[in-house]
T-cell receptor
Framework: EPEVTQTPSHQVTQMGQEVILRCVPI?????FYWYRQILGQKVEFLVS????????KSEIFDDQFSVERPDGSNFTLKIRSTKLEDSAMYFC?????????????FGDGTRLSIL | SQKIEQNSEALNIQEGKTATLTCNYT??????LQWYRQDPGRGPVFLLL?????KEKRKERLKVTFDTTLKQSLFHITASQPADSATYLC???????????FGGGTRLMVKP
């Protein structure tokens, strides 16, 4: 079965540095998402992306964050000037299209640790 | 403010019994509700979707109900197995798009 793949599985970064988290969504999917899960807390929506632009974003997704689809297969989340509180599991997800209620297929996440 | 609550952080049941998990929400008018399974260290896996105009959905041993008056969804696993042990998440979406808001999850342990 097709999968969403995320790299790296674990990223350790010094506070203040920039990180790029990478995702390869399922190949025929058109709608992409990033979520995060701080340890022991709920999965939280960050942003959705469709047709090369942001579709929705949450309050968490401020100017520190950006997303990009640099080519036909990758979908990236960039976090500038990382803070300790950015430490979390970051999940990428994709769905076939933007029709309401489409199942979202999640990757296994990147664990981001900010030191 | 909007709240999504799932009953108890953990639910322990005996193999073969029916597990019933609850998702309650307030100050929210979801267009649909989804249930996901999450295993430790893994991403959520989609299980079932139910829309606001549907009362019940089934898939194999799984059943979901949705009561928009009570603002509640129930998720049932019949003939539970140890392999069903995982955290189960409910997630709601409003009419405007596919942004999911997740509950905190219920950790289910099925004992042999």
């Amino acid at each position: 079965e097709p999968e969403v793949t995320q790299t790296p599985s674990h990223q350790v970064t010094q506070m203040g540095q920039e990180v790029i988290l990478r995702c390869v969504p399922i190949s025929n999917h058109l709608y992409f998402y990033w979520y995060r899960q701080i340890l022991g807390q709920k999965v939280e929506f960050l942003v959705s992306f469709y047709n090369n632009e942001i579709s929705e974003k949450s309050e968490i997704f401020d100017d520190q964050f950006s997303v990009e689809r640099p080519d036909g297969s990758n979908f990236t989340l960039k976090i500038r000037s990382t803070k300790l509180e950015d430490s979390a599991m970051y999940f990428c997800a994709s769905s076939e299209d933007r029709a309401q209620g489409q199942p979202q297929h999640f990757g296994d996440g990147t664990r981001l640790s900010i030191l | 403010s909007q709240k999504i609550e799932q009953n108890s952080e953990a639910l322990n049941i005996q193999e073969g019994k029916t597990a019933t998990l609850t998702c309650n929400y307030t100050n929210y008018s979801p267009a649909y509700l989804q249930w996901y399974r999450q295993d430790p260290g893994r991403g959520p896996v989609f299980l079932l979707l139910i829309r606001e105009n549907e009362k019940e959905k089934r898939k194999e041993r799984l059943k979901v109900t949705f009561d928009t008056t009570l603002k509640q969804s129930l998720f049932h696993i019949t003939a539970s197995q140890p392999a069903d042990s995982a955290t189960y998440l409910c997630a709601l979406a409003r009419n405007a798009g596919n942004m999911l808001t997740f509950g905190g999850g219920t950790r289910l342990m099925v004992k042999p």
